[in-house]
């Protein structure tokens, strides 16, 4: 399978270390080797160098001109409707279910185990008439 996700121009990336912790941005420039220009007017990121060993990239890419100001990559986000692309990819759900993990209370928790302790029993019944019909039928 061949790479796709390049740092280049217009390349989404998910902040995934630093100030701007678990927010998307934009690549508006290279700056080296290590570090590009990023700006994420739709999500609350300024416009500000970032270490590419902070961030991933992610599959989404729009086009627009090297160096472009902000009211262009805002523009373009928006056209492109990348905030609802990436809210709902399994990359941004998965990190999502995540903090709702982290935030749960003891009572939450129990809330889940007896909902799963129920979901179980039902799927567990619906199984087993199941194999008895098969069995009957003298398919099992």
Same mark, same amino acid.
């Given at each position: 399978m061949p790479f796709r996700k390049f740092v280049e121009i217009g390349r989404v990336a998910f902040l995934s270390d630093g100030p701007e912790k678990g927010k998307?941005?934009?690549?508006v420039n290279v700056i080296d080797q290590n570090k590009v220009l990023v700006d994420g007017?739709? =999500?609350? /990121?300024?416009r500000q160098?970032?270490? *590419?060993?902070?961030?991933?990239?992610?599959? *989404?890419? $729009?086009?627009?001109?090297f160096d472009?100001?902000?009211?262009? $990559?805002?523009k373009e986000l /928006?056209?492109?409707?990348?905030?609802?692309?990436?809210?709902? =990819?399994?990359?941004?759900?998965?990190l999502e279910n995540k903090t709702k993990r982290a935030n749960m209370t003891d009572f939450d928790r129990f809330k889940l185990r007896k909902a799963k302790a129920q979901r179980n029993r039902?799927?567990?019944v619906a199984l087993n008439q199941k194999k008895k019909a098969l069995r009957k039928a003298g398919k099992l």
């Open positions: 998307i941005a934009t690549i007017p739709t =999500s609350g /990121v300024g160098a970032y270490a *590419l060993k902070q961030m991933q990239m992610t599959p *989404l890419k $729009v086009k627009f001109p472009a100001p902000t009211r262009i $990559v805002r /928006v056209a492109n409707k990348i905030d609802a692309k990436w809210a709902e =990819s399994t990359w941004a759900k998965r039902i799927i567990t």
